[in-house]
Nanobody
Framework: QVQLVESGGGLVQPGGSLRLSCVGS????????LMWVRQAPGKGLEWVAD????????YVVDSVKGRFAISRDNTKNTLYLQMSSLKPEDTAVYFC??????????????????WGQGTQGTVSS
């Protein structure tokens, strides 16, 4: 069955960095787009970033542009989110998700069909 397992979260001071990883199994990893979504305390899900199956097209939401970068290693079935210059408002549970096709058509909940258990990222002094 499809599994997505995130890791790399933790507590970091403002201005610090975290690198999230997500290992996928149970599907042909290299043929699907992947994305990161997050949920801040008391708020709804927010789309953060996505990457196509080949890894040659990426998107990040404006609020993290220039600070976050999404990448993937299809030889390791692993998705990454490099987060730098972190702010307290980046505090959230971060989920990786599997797209329904090789690229993302619209950045809505219907674009993904499986997601992991999430990893907590906390930015606080």
């Amino acid at each position: 069955q499809v599994q997505l397992v995130e890791s790399g979260g933790g507590l970091v001071q403002p201005g610090g960095s975290l690198r999230l990883s997500c290992v996928g199994s149970g599907f042909f990893f290299s043929t699907y787009a992947l994305m990161w979504v997050r949920q801040a305390p008391g708020k709804g899900l927010e789309w953060v970033a996505d990457i196509n199956s080949a890894g040659d097209y990426t998107y990040v939401v404006d609020s993290v542009k220039g600070r976050f970068a999404i990448s993937r290693d299809n030889t390791k079935n692993t998705l990454y989110l490099q987060m730098s210059s972190l702010k307290p408002e980046d505090t959230a549970v971060y989920f990786c998700a599997k797209g329904r096709g090789s690229s993302v058509a619209g950045r809505t909940r219907s674009e993904y069909d499986y997601w992991g258990q999430g990893t907590q990222g906390t930015v606080s002094s």
